[in-house]
């Protein structure tokens, strides 16, 4: 016995793959990426010396970004950039300041991306930051960081 | 230890990032003030940023963290942003500013780091660059415009400076240039030539004049 079978019509072939086609046409579109900038935290650190901030700046900014670097020599605002992307360009970056006040310092957080295609809003990259810094702070204290 | 409060004048160090970038920051410009309030730092810094973005606005209140967006005037995403720091020491305080524009901006983050911070301190500034306007014209260059089919009625196509036509109908294809030769890719390829004034282009089925 043979079942009777509904046999698409052309018409409603060309529709499926017309719907096909705009569903992937749609989503490849890339969304335009936006500048997200984040002033995050400022910290003020008594009875260290500055060169402790700018030690725990470049580690904190290696340790999220790469390759931090001091805008200056000396001068201790430290920079970086994320790793970049197949067109060796960054999609991420943050800033660190230290300045040195009475006998200890204020450092400072700021932070850009590019949304997409960088995961982390800039907010949740200078949490990050604040988290490898305060780390570094710790293992700074640490019987077993001491040489 | 070198003490901020006793420091004349400012200290300004510039650094542009070097990396290339998707996104690219620019860093440095710090100003040390001996005598001076919070709130005449936020003041500046409000202005300051207002002058080439928008919305400054301090974060939390009362903070001296000032934060703008970019461009003027823009709708869509952001392009550009800057923060200014006022921090308070001793008598006055330090006042620190941070800019980050996307790669493709017509000016990058040192240049609008400088003059907002020139802006903050009175010094003279210098105009942003701003977008390279669309070649206008017919070109032979470049295929941008309108193009009105000779041959076949109604059918025009717009070109634009991103490789994108789109026909009277809104369906969508690209264009290339090469020489004079043109590959059009609209329900298939086609290969026309432009003619030297850069008025017309034909061949691969079609005929077409630039509205220019």
Redesign the interface.
């Known amino acids: 016995m043979r079942l009777p079978v509904a046999k698409p019509s052309s018409y409603r072939f060309a529709l499926l793959i017309a719907a096909f086609a705009f569903a992937f046409g749609t989503s490849g579109a890339p969304a335009?990426?936006?500048?997200?900038?984040?002033?995050g935290a400022?910290t003020v650190v008594q009875n260290e010396?500055?060169g402790d901030c700018s030690t725990k700046a470049k580690n904190a900014l290696n340790a999220v970004l790469q390759?931090a670097f001091e805008?200056?020599e000396g001068?201790g605002?430290w920079?970086a950039?994320g790793p970049?992307?197949y067109s060796?360009?960054?999609?991420?970056?943050?800033?660190i300041?230290c300045?040195?006040?009475?006998?200890g310092y204020?450092v400072?957080f700021?932070c850009?991306?590019?949304v997409p295609?960088n995961p982390d809003t800039a907010s949740a990259l200078c949490a990050k930051l604040v988290a490898a810094f305060d780390a570094g702070k710790t293992a700074a204290f640490l019987p077993s960081a001491r040489y | 230890?070198?003490?901020?409060t006793l420091a004349l004048g400012f200290l300004m160090?510039v650094?542009s990032?070097a990396?290339?970038?998707?996104?690219?920051?620019s860093?440095?410009i710090?100003y040390v003030i001996p005598e001076g309030s919070l709130q005449e730092c936020s003041s500046k810094a409000q202005t300051a940023l207002n002058a080439y973005l928008q919305g400054a606005a301090e974060?939390p209140a009362g903070?001296g963290?000032?934060?703008a967006?970019g461009p003027i005037g823009g709708h869509?995403?952001?392009?550009?942003?800057?923060?200014v720091?006022c921090?308070p020491?001793d008598k006055g305080y330090?006042v620190?500013f941070?800019c980050?524009?996307?790669?493709g901006n017509p000016y990058d983050a040192t240049a609008l780091c400088t003059d907002i911070a020139h802006n903050f301190s009175g010094k003279p500034v210098t105009a942003l660059a701003t977008p390279t306007p669309l070649p206008t014209g017919c070109s032979t260059t470049n295929l941008l415009g309108t193009w009105v089919s000779n041959d076949k009625s109604g059918l025009t196509f717009t070109m634009d400076i991103n490789g994108d036509l789109t026909d009277n109908q809104g369906v969508s294809g690209n264009w290339g240039l090469v020489g004079n030769t043109v590959t059009l890719t609209y329900y298939g390829n086609h290969t026309l030539t432009l003619s030297p004034d850069g008025k017309h282009m034909s061949g691969g089925g079609y005929d077409l004049t630039r509205k220019c």
């Open positions: 335009p990426a936006a500048l997200d900038m984040y002033v400022r010396p500055i390759n805008a200056g001068t605002q920079l950039y970049p992307d060796g360009h960054a999609n991420a970056t943050a800033v300041h300045f040195p006040v009475d006998n204020v400072t700021t850009a991306v590019d295609p | 230890m070198r003490r901020f160090l650094s990032a990396a290339p970038g998707a996104v690219s920051m860093t440095g710090r974060s903070s963290d000032w934060l967006f869509g995403p952001s392009t550009a942003a800057a923060a720091r921090s020491v330090v620190t941070t980050a524009v996307q790669i």
